[in-house]
């Protein structure tokens, strides 16, 4: 089996486990601070939020931990709209995760406003001027992620962050798949609003990050108060065991993701090389634009993906992004971008990672470009 979509999730690196094992046995809630087993776990959480907040250059107290990035995306713009008197609106890239977008939307309903939507290129980056004409002072945020989970296409943080600020509209930045594929502080430093998640980074499931200033925390209304567990935002007893797996995860991002970057490249470089060689008609996706190292959403004309899938099943691929994949419709993304509902279709996210090797490259090579093939041909019968 060659697992290529680890921008769907990540295995646990193996170097955290141990950690993580041990802080399922350290069972003490973090908020039973009258005793040392509770404040052995509080000091646990304390712990991995520095490591959090060092990733992406922060200080600690300006990370929420949540149970991923669609919670924290929910907490985010529900909870700035919700908050957000005089401002009802919300400008979205088409290109978002269905958890920012739909937080929008329900965000904007409850205030009363709308979910304008930007317009996007072929390669599916953000038309600057048309941002420029949405954002007014009755939008209360901007949402353009950091990088797209499909396409891996990287946005400009510094143009889009001016023309949020400059109507006053606090950016939110879904940073999801740029953390720990390339240096996140940039875009950390221009986001009032940044969320992320563990099991992205080789983390556990179970934890995410809200990133946001003091001040703009103050603005948030929380979703789920409960017992007022991180500062009041988001309550309910923490997730100790993935939390303190999310910060060492973290930690190990800071030390090796430029030299994973680098790698991962190069073997990306020689999945598509190889393809194009063995197959004609092979486009790539967002190909104009700065892309993640890491992640190829390519076109095969002709061939429908679904078939492909079904053709290789030693092979971990996807269409479209997993969180759709109980929907067999063509990728909102790609269809953003213009493409059509077949071209959409006859497309696959390969996503490469920190286990990947060249033997593997080399297997998927062999077997995507016999499915396609295989494909092709039964399509023309
Ligand atoms: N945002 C992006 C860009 C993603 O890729 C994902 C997961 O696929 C999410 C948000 C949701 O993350 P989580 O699974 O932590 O809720």
Same mark, same amino acid.
């Not at 007014?136 to 499909?150: F, H, P």
């Not at 030693?314 to 213009?338: D, R």
């Given at each position: 089996m060659v697992y290529l979509d680890y921008n769907a999730s990540t295995p646990v690196d193996q170097r955290i486990l141990v950690a993580v094992t041990e802080s399922q046995c350290a069972?003490?809630? @973090?908020? &039973?601070? %009258? %005793?040392a087993i509770g404040k052995a776990a509080a000091e646990r959480v304390e712990e991995a939020r520095s490591r959090v907040a060092d990733l992406v250059g922060r200080p600690a107290q300006d990370i929420v931990f949540t149970s991923g990035a669609t919670e924290a995306a929910v907490l985010g713009l529900l909870g700035t709209m919700i908050g957000a008197a005089g401002r009802p609106n919300i400008v979205v890239s088409p290109t978002e995760h269905k958890a920012v977008l739909e937080a929008a939307e329900l965000g904007a309903r409850l205030a009363g406003g709308e979910a304008r939507v930007v317009r996007v290129d072929r390669d599916g980056v953000v038309d600057l001027d048309d941002l420029a004409r949405l954002?007014? =002072? &009755?939008?209360?945020a901007v949402a353009v992620m950091?990088? =797209? =989970?499909?396409?891996g296409v990287v946005a400009s943080a510094a143009e889009i962050a001016e023309i949020s600020h400059r109507a006053g509209s606090l950016f939110f930045v879904d940073a999801t798949q740029l953390i720990g594929k390339g240096p996140a502080d940039a875009a950390a430093a221009l986001a009032d609003l940044m969320v992320f998640s563990s099991h992205k980074i080789y983390g556990p499931k179970g934890a995410g990050a809200l990133v946001a200033s003091r001040r703009v925390q103050k603005s948030i209304v929380p979703i789920a108060s409960g017992g007022g567990q991180e500062r009041g935002l988001r309550g309910g007893t923490q997730n100790t065991p993935s939390i303190v797996g999310f910060g060492l995860a973290a930690e190990l991002a800071m030390k090796e993701q430029a030299s994973d970057a680098a790698r991962i490249g190069d073997l990306a470089d020689a999945l598509l090389t190889g393809l194009q060689r063995q197959l004609p008609d092979v486009y790539v996706n967002g190909g104009e634009a700065d892309r993640l190292p890491n992640t190829l959403n390519l076109r095969f004309v002709g061939a429908d993906a679904e078939a492909v899938m079904a053709s290789m099943p030693e092979i971990c691929v996807s269409a479209g992004s997993a969180c759709n &994949?109980?929907? @067999? &419709? @063509?990728s909102h993304v790609l269809l953003a971008m213009g493409m059509s509902g077949t071209e959409a279709s006859e497309s696959l996210r390969i996503s490469l990672g920190r286990p990947t090797t060249r033997d593997e490259v080399d297997v998927a090579v062999a077997c995507i470009s016999a499915a396609v093939s295989r494909v092709r041909e039964l399509t023309r019968e």
């Amino acid at each position: 089996m060659v697992y290529l979509d680890y921008n769907a999730s990540t295995p646990v690196d193996q170097r955290i486990l141990v950690a993580v094992t041990e802080s399922q046995c350290a069972y003490g809630n @973090p908020a &039973s601070a %009258h %005793h040392a087993i509770g404040k052995a776990a509080a000091e646990r959480v304390e712990e991995a939020r520095s490591r959090v907040a060092d990733l992406v250059g922060r200080p600690a107290q300006d990370i929420v931990f949540t149970s991923g990035a669609t919670e924290a995306a929910v907490l985010g713009l529900l909870g700035t709209m919700i908050g957000a008197a005089g401002r009802p609106n919300i400008v979205v890239s088409p290109t978002e995760h269905k958890a920012v977008l739909e937080a929008a939307e329900l965000g904007a309903r409850l205030a009363g406003g709308e979910a304008r939507v930007v317009r996007v290129d072929r390669d599916g980056v953000v038309d600057l001027d048309d941002l420029a004409r949405l954002v007014d =002072n &009755s939008v209360a945020a901007v949402a353009v992620m950091a990088a =797209n =989970n499909e396409t891996g296409v990287v946005a400009s943080a510094a143009e889009i962050a001016e023309i949020s600020h400059r109507a006053g509209s606090l950016f939110f930045v879904d940073a999801t798949q740029l953390i720990g594929k390339g240096p996140a502080d940039a875009a950390a430093a221009l986001a009032d609003l940044m969320v992320f998640s563990s099991h992205k980074i080789y983390g556990p499931k179970g934890a995410g990050a809200l990133v946001a200033s003091r001040r703009v925390q103050k603005s948030i209304v929380p979703i789920a108060s409960g017992g007022g567990q991180e500062r009041g935002l988001r309550g309910g007893t923490q997730n100790t065991p993935s939390i303190v797996g999310f910060g060492l995860a973290a930690e190990l991002a800071m030390k090796e993701q430029a030299s994973d970057a680098a790698r991962i490249g190069d073997l990306a470089d020689a999945l598509l090389t190889g393809l194009q060689r063995q197959l004609p008609d092979v486009y790539v996706n967002g190909g104009e634009a700065d892309r993640l190292p890491n992640t190829l959403n390519l076109r095969f004309v002709g061939a429908d993906a679904e078939a492909v899938m079904a053709s290789m099943p030693e092979i971990c691929v996807s269409a479209g992004s997993a969180c759709n &994949s109980a929907v @067999p &419709s @063509p990728s909102h993304v790609l269809l953003a971008m213009g493409m059509s509902g077949t071209e959409a279709s006859e497309s696959l996210r390969i996503s490469l990672g920190r286990p990947t090797t060249r033997d593997e490259v080399d297997v998927a090579v062999a077997c995507i470009s016999a499915a396609v093939s295989r494909v092709r041909e039964l399509t023309r019968e």
